[in-house]
């Protein structure tokens, strides 16, 4: 999912010599002609940089992403939801693997990709830094979260740099069942005694603000979206996509009975869109600050997994090279008379 | 310290009977052994493939973006290598 603006704008891109002037004319004209760019083309270190970022903090909100639904796994009510919920634990971390191998292509290696995050000189997307308090918060995930990741997910498909498009399209195809199965468990909530439908609200109330966040700042301060139209990297600025999320997901909500926490939120006849009240960008900062509810959790979740698995890498290799050393001995032995 | 790195591979699936087998990304593994199987839960979650390949990805050798015409401009020109180049009488029929 989750490509989010977040960083500091970009220094001012050198001014590179006339040839580099000239490459990188023909490179945007690449780019306006709809062909993709390939890990060996030339193209200028901005847009590198600005991609390797971008699909590196993506990577990196798959991955987080898997720890405030991992936290359920045990406790799923039944053992269909059970399975259900692994199975898109792990596709979540299917989606971090084929983000990192995209950003690698880049000429960044994982490993200091990983100590980007584990430092906390790399950022992942908001939303992960909320808890999930109750069963019925997998179902509003699921289906807003997952179902807000779709909306940025789609257009990226069609990005200019060609390993990330084709990644996004593999992760696309993955993210509908993630969608539908969060708004299966909301519905049969729904459904349920008084309780539980009161439960699937209370996820509801909690996560509709975070995930209008999810879509970054509004354009008006947003940092990027220029270049990064003119780039085709992103298609639609942050504003549109959290509209096109809005109206199709207040219908849903309304199918479920359900409430949307926001007094203003209004049905627009003439422009045919749900209008919907102000956002609380100082919360949307303080969570990228460092200051969310579960900041310090997720960090240190990730930093101890990571440690943890130290001595499995370090086996395997291990045991890797003393195959390789074997193989080549075994070669090197003169054959017997 | 620092982690050693470990290797890159590619990965390339025959998605059904018939077919060759299509490049579909890259994976991180020891060795083989554990990068074919890094390579079946990465990429064959839902019924992609009947058969996997890996490749360490330092042995793929590739041309340079910057010698595609050189490399690849010459056959434009070559259109007798194409049967339209051919003129066959209508009345000798399809061939
Ligand atoms: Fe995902
Ligand atoms: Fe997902």
Redesign the interface.
Known sequence: MYTQALNARENAVPVGSPEDADRAARFQARIDAEERI?P???MPEAYRRTLTRQISQHAHSEIVGMLPEGNWITRAPTLKRKAALL?KV??EA?HG??LY??A?TLGT???ELFDQLLAGRAKYSSIFNYPTLTWADIGAIGWLVDGAAIMNQIPLCRCSYGPYA??MI?VCK?ESFHQRQGYEIMLTLCRGTPEQKAMAQDALNRWWWPCLMMFGPPDAESQHSDQSAKWKIKRFSNDELRQKFVDATVPQGQYLGLTFPDPDLAYDEAAGHWRYGRIDWEEFKQVLAGNGPCNRQRMKQRRDAHAAG?WV??A??A??EK??RRAAQADAVPQAA | MPEQKIPLWEVFIRSRNGLAHKHVGSLHAADAAMALQAARDVYTRRGEGLSLWVVPSAAIVASDPADKDVMFEPTASKIYRHPTFYEVPDEVGHM
């Open positions: 390939e060996n083309d030339w199975a792990q596709d299917g693997l084929y191998s995209a690698e290696s994982r490993e084709r990644a593999r993955e130290a890498r370090e395997a290799m045991h890797a195959r390789a």
